[in-house]
Nanobody
Framework: QLRLVESGGGLVQPGGSLRLSCVAF????????MGWFRQAPGKEREGVSC????????WYADSVKARFTISRDKFKRAVYLQMDNVQPEDTAVYYC??????????????WGQGTQVTVSA
């Protein structure tokens, strides 16, 4: 069964750091692109970052560039999102996503259940 399970969300102060993890059960990480989306209250869902399996190249939304880092460990079947210097506008539910094909996509068929990240003093 193909499923994604996120962990690592929580409450963090502005300027702090948090690392989200996602385990991809049933997936071969050599053949899927993976990434992260987020949805803040009252806002549309937006892509945050993705990583290609062909060469580990990455993409980031402008709002998180130089602050967030995506990585993957194919042996652990996991993808991570290291979030540094977080800001209140980063508050959202973060979703891990995956899709067959080795390059980042605009749309993904596989979604995790989401993990809440709240940035507040």
């Amino acid at each position: 069964q193909l499923r994604l399970v996120e962990s690592g969300g929580g409450l963090v102060q502005p300027g702090g750091s948090l690392r989200l993890s996602c385990v991809a059960f049933g997936f071969n990480l050599d053949s899927v692109a993976m990434g992260w989306f987020r949805q803040a209250p009252g806002k549309e869902r937006e892509g945050v970052s993705c990583i290609n399996s062909v060469d580990d190249s990455t993409w980031y939304a402008d709002s998180v560039k130089a602050r967030f880092t995506i990585s993957r460990d194919k042996f652990k079947r996991a993808v991570y999102l290291q979030m540094d210097n977080v800001q209140p506008e980063d508050t959202a539910v973060y979703y891990c996503v995956a899709e067959h094909g080795r390059r980042c996509k605009l749309e993904y068929n596989y979604w995790g259940q989401g993990t809440q990240v709240t940035v507040s003093a």
